[in-house]
């Protein structure tokens, strides 16, 4: 038998008790101790497109209560807006609309089917607000009636209609979990279509790897209490029977020699796609891309979302170094 065909032998792990360690914030240790308790969210075969529809349209009220708290904090200018016929939320910190800021098109998460609506509108405000930039929140389409390539597609949509009027040197495009996965393929099929590239990437906790091979999908399952367990059927339903390793589905696959603007990433030592995170920083340092990576200790997938952990402000201020330092 060839070394390479030899059986490996796993670390056994015994069952243990992690408590919300010492050295982050008291704001972080009780979120993450008011959360261990969550249950592990399932979800349809992805074949049941109509099983999809009805879990869709149930009322999220944990989802409802986060637009809340992020709305009662954020003093930004939000309009409803439709670009390129995509739907929009234009997001300026309150009295600045006109000024020339800097341009983030966000895409939010929700594991490729879920968060649009008031909650993107909510996470656009807050950005607006944190980092002192406009911000174009793309409430893209979604499956189970809009698969692959759909959302990417409506980014790519957004950018090409704000580039008639911005230049693309003060744009940044990103976004968070599903979101990063969509902001990165669709930087990809910008830079594939010859059109000029944005500033620069903010990939946030990003699922860019559809196949979720990284090790991190084992060693933080069940200790990431907002994903404590991966997304394969949500996966599979966004892919729509493409291969999962087509570059624009995974962008981990990519082949980032062929350019990629400056790209910062973000993840945490609990997070469930902590993996996602190190892989594609490893990818894109090696084709010589200007790329971050910013690990925050004990932070779960998404960060500490509810309530107003200091840790969430050194996000941001990163974030807004970030996209000062690529458009100069």
């Known amino acids: 038998m060839a070394e390479q065909d030899a059986p490996f032998t796993p670390v056994h792990v015994k069952a243990k008790d992690v408590p919300p360690p010492t050295t982050i914030s008291s704001v972080a240790r009780r979120l993450l101790s008011d959360a261990a308790s969550n249950p592990r969210m399932t979800w349809p ?4 497109k109509d099983a ?7 009322p999220d009220e944990r989802r409802a209560k986060m637009v809340e708290t992020m709305m009662a904090s954020t003093t930004a200018d939000v309009e409803t807006v439709r ?10 910190p309150r009295g600045k609309a006109g000024q020339d800021l800097p341009v983030y098109i966000f895409a939010h998460g929700g594991a490729f089917v879920a968060g649009g609506g008031d909650f993107a509108m909510a996470q656009g405000a807050r950005s607006a607000d944190g980092l002192g930039a406009r911000v174009i929140a793309v409430d893209y ?5 809009h698969p692959f390539p759909a959302a990417p597609q409506d980014c790519v949509a957004v950018y090409k209609a704000l580039i008639e009027t911005v230049d693309p040197a003060r744009i940044v495009l990103g976004g968070s979990s599903a979101g990063g996965n969509i902001a990165a393929s669709a930087t990809l099929m910008i830079r594939d279509q010859g059109l000029p590239m944005p ?15 990284g090790d991190t999908f084992r060693t933080n399952e069940e200790l990431d209490v907002v994903l404590k367990g991966g997304l394969p059927e949500c996966n599979a339903l966004y892919a729509d029977g493409h291969d999962m390793r087509d570059p624009y589905l995974s ?10 603007p400056p790209t910062f990433v973000q993840s945490g030592t609990r997070d469930l ?12 340092r090696k084709a010589g891309i200007d790329a971050e990576l910013h690990v925050w200790e004990a932070m779960p997938h998404g960060g500490f979302l509810i309530g107003d952990a200091p840790e969430n402000t050194e996000i941001r201020e990163e974030l807004a170094r970030f996209i000062q330092r690529v458009i100069g």
């Open 83 to 92: 670009i390129a016929d995509v739907l929009c939320y234009d997001c300026t």
């Open 251 to 260: 962008p981990l696959f990519a082949d980032f020699a062929k350019g990629f």
């Open 273 to 284: 796609f902590l993996s996602n995170s190190v892989l594609i920083h490893r990818k894109l």
């Open 141 to 145: 389409r979604m499956p189970p009636d």
């Open 199 to 213: 500033a620069g990437s903010i990939l946030l906790t990003p699922e860019v790897d559809l196949t979720e091979s």
């Open 45 to 48: 075969p992805a074949e049941d």
């Open 52 to 58: 999809w529809r009805r879990r869709m349209a149930e």
